[in-house]
Structures are given as C-alpha cells and as structure tokens.
C-alpha cells in the first residue's frame, strides 16, 4: 500500500494497519522514525525549488515529516477524508481550525457541552479576538437554526456528548450549517473513525484528540484535523507558520496506536454495554446514561450514526456527593482520574473534577448532578471492572 496509493477498496480495519505506511531505502517492515528537526538539499536549485513549493519534498519538520506524514495519511484514510493535518495536541487542533477559519466579527454556533479546554478556548481567547459564540443544547435542531446570525460561520460540536452521552445529529445539523452558509467542524474524540465519520455525514471538518482512542495507552499527546484537501491545506499552512505541530516520536507512537483502534473499541463498546446493563439492575443507581441502551432518549439515531454506544458509561448514583465520592474512593484497580481513552478503565465525578468550575446554577442546568458518575471503560475483563464498582455501591 504505497503513500499515494488512497485504496479505498480495503476494509477500515486494513487500512488502520497498512494506511499511509512509508519504508525507507532499508525496506524496514515497522514504520520508520525519522527524527531529524531539517533535511538536506543535493543542490542549491533543489533547495530553492522546495522552498518555493515547485517540488515536493521535506525540508523542516515543522512543515512536514515522513513519519508525521505516514500518520496523517493513515488517519485520513480511516475518516475517509482526502487530508489530514496532525498537531502537537486535540487543544492544538481545535486552535489551529478556529484561527485558521475565523476573523475578528464572526460568530459561530456551539454545542454547549463541550470539553472543558474548549469552552475555555472559545471564551477565553476567541472572545479576545473578537470571535462572538452562541451554546446551543445540541440534541435539540431548533435552537442551532435559532442561533444562527448574519455573520456565522462555523457550526462546531461534540457528539456523544461529556458526560450525559446527548447525541447531535451530525448530518442534520450540517445541513442547518450549509443553509446558513458556515462549515460544521466536529470533534470525534469520544466514538473515533471506528464507531463513527462525521465526513461521511455531512461535516466539513473532524478534529480529534489523538491523545485519547487513537493512542489509546495513555503514552502521548497529538491531535488532528481531518477534511478536504481545500481546507484541510488552509489549516496546514497556519500550522506550518504558526508552528503546533506533531513530534515525529509521538507520530510514530500513535500510528502503533491507530493498528489496534478497531480491534480496542470493540472490546471498549461490548464492555460498556454490558456495565451499562449492570449498572441498570444495580438498587443503588437512579440512572444510567449510554447510547447503547434503549432507555437512552436518542438509541435511534445511535443505532444509525454509531457502530456502538460508545466507550464511556455515566450513572446517577442515590445520595448526592457523598454517596458519589464513596464509589470513588471505594475502587482498588479501577484509576481515580479524568482522562478517557486508555486501556485502563477511569472513574471521574464530574461535578468537582472536569465540571467544577463553571456555576452551580450552570451545572443544573446541564444535569450535572451531585451523585453523577463517568466511567470511561477500559480493555480489563468486565467482571473486575463490575466487581471493582460493587465495592462502593
Ligand atoms: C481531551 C479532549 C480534547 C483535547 O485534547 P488534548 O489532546 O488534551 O489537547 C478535546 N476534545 C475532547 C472531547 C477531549 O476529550
């Protein structure tokens, strides 16, 4: 499978393993690192040619690397876009997308459950430069039409959503973006290219964490944007200026990472369905938040834009904080921290960690409860993630 080659007869579960594979002269068969900061030039006119773009060819590692490259190309493949761009991290991604495609007296419309960065992003440094966003409750199509304004131009979500699992419906809120005349770009951290392609419904770009599914071991932080060769060059060149680019190590780590995606979320999402399950029969749980069960509010349009419920289980737990923070405290193997996506199952509450700092009031209203609980489920067997569970329940 060669590097131009974009083989779009093969399986994805083929392509996360051979996709955008590069050998060097040796014809090593592991992807080759390349760690080198610049590249040399046979001659004075082939140094000059490549600067000016005239030929292709690597010159500095900040613009691109052969093995940065090989991982962009693997993953475009699996979102089955024409281009990927790879960053130093999913915030970088998320950063490089909004200046590339904003200016100062655009506004754009967002899911308002979002990663916590985001939300900070937006309102933080956007704001600074004059960027105007609108939340909108993102299952809900209505309010995205509503929020739309004269100078919108970008529609950006999370679907399912942190951590009460809501879904957008991606390929109906891209035509409410395209009839408005702005792009949607939607953050596929949570389902990754195995459960789920955002391109394929409708979206102008993905932009993804690969620190989480994708690596999915907890080792490295990089991120992406995902889309058409047209966009996805634009962001490419703020990149390549701007300088949030991909470490060729941690490129290399995750290509390792991308072999196994499928066969890991399979594992992931049978796991969480059955703790879903299990938690819905446990006398201490009020409820249980998972695309994967037919209690969910939107199982239907899981069942069409999800291969599976995904890999993260939320559940309200009867007796507020107190009663939360005993199923916290109460785990031996189960990792007491925020992050999702790793092998290693982790439990969060997120009304003091990931959700603490916006207001009580907010909170509320986002269903953020005292007694809620995430778990992001992870490849041990499923009878010591429920009995690890057991102990505080
Ligand atoms: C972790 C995460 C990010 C940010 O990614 P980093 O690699 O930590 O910068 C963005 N979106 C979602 C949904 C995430 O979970």
Sequence with gaps: MSNDDSCPSFHPETLAIRGGRETSEYREHSQS??????????????????????????????????????????LAMMEGAERAIATASGMAAIQATMLTLLKSGDHIVSSQSLFGSTINLFNGVLAKFGVEVSYVDAAKLEEWQAAV?????????????????????????????????????????????ALQQPLQLGADLVVHSATKYLDGHGRVMGGAVVGSDKLVEQVYLHVRTAGPTLAPFNAWVLLSGLETLHLRMEKHVASAQALAEWLQQQPAVSRVFFPGLPSHPQ????????????????????????????????VQMISRTANVGDVKSTITHPASTTHARITPEARAKAGITEGLLRVAVGLEHIEDIKADLLRGL
Excluded at 38 to 58: D, K, P, W
Excluded at 160 to 180: F, G, K, R, W
């Design 299 to 330: 199982y239907e349009l899981a069942c069409r834009q999800q291969k599976g419920g995904g890999a993260v289980v939320s559940f309200e737990v009867e007796g507020g904080r107190e009663a939360a923070w005993r199923v916290v405290d109460a």
């Design 33 to 74: 690192l390349h760690l080198t900061s610049s590249f040399t030039f046979e001659s004075a006119a082939q140094a000059a040619a490549m600067f000016l773009g005239e030929i292709e060819g690597y010159t500095y590692s900040r613009f691109t690397n052969p093995t940065v490259s090989a991982f962009q190309q693997r």
């Design 149 to 193: 304004k004269p100078n919108t131009k970008l529609f950006f979500l999370e679907t399912p959503s942190n951590p009460l699992t809501d879904l957008a419906d991606i390929a109906a809120v891209a035509d409410i973006a395209h009839a408005a005349g702005a792009l949607l770009v939607v953050d596929n951290c949570f389902c990754s290219p």
